[in-house]
């Protein structure tokens, strides 16, 4: 099993990442979270599909 098969990232492409330094990120949530259940929390994570940042938002 190798960890390309969990994270898969995106290359980052710079225009993208232009706009994301301007706080233009494009979120989308990460379903795959095994940390939200291990603290029992009820939270979405976001990744941005650019830049491969990552935020977490209560719900
Ligand atoms: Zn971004």
Redesign the pocket.
């Known amino acids: 099993m190798r960890m390309g098969q969990v994270l898969r990232f995106q290359k980052p492409r710079k225009s ?2 232009t ?2 330094r301007n706080g ?3 979120w989308r949530p990460v379903k795959e979270d095994p940390f939200a259940v291990h603290r029992g929390e009820l939270v979405t994570r976001f990744r ?6 990552e935020k977490v938002k209560a719900t």
């Open positions: 993208d990442q706009l994301c233009h990120h494009k941005c599909e650019k830049c491969g940042k």
